[in-house]
């Protein structure tokens, strides 16, 4: 039964994203109405595992993208947080963002510390 319930919550998260894409293509659009409403007929024609997989396949993009333009110097730490800097950063909390670059870290050794004020 809590397998299901899990189920309904993905799909409420999945449609809910597939607003905000709505929202944010209304705000910048460089695309006629008629390829518009293609691409949108195409979405609904979706189902939400299928939604879920073009977001996700879109996020590794996104992630190798922005990997490809950090310099290779940086330590595994160091690339994560710059990462996770670049998507998330105002989103949430600097320490959260720095716990995720330190997770792979040995045994508690964290090698990046966060500013203090």
Do not use: W
Request: proline share 3%; net charge positive.
């Amino acid at each position: 039964m809590a397998r299901r319930r899990s189920r309904v919550i993905h799909c409420d998260l999945v449609n809910a994203g597939y607003g905000r894409v709505e929202l944010l293509h209304q705000a910048a659009n460089d695309t006629s109405d008629a390829i518009a409403k293609i691409v949108l007929e195409r979405y609904r024609s979706m189902t939400a595992a299928e939604r879920c997989l073009a977001a996700s396949s879109l996020f590794e993009t996104a992630r190798a993208i922005i990997q490809s333009s950090l310099p290779s110097s940086l330590t595994t730490e160091q690339r994560r947080l710059a990462i996770v800097q670049r998507l998330y950063k105002g989103e949430l909390p600097e320490e959260a963002l720095i716990a995720h670059a330190n997770y792979i870290a040995a045994e508690g050794n964290l090698r990046i510390r966060p500013q203090r004020p």
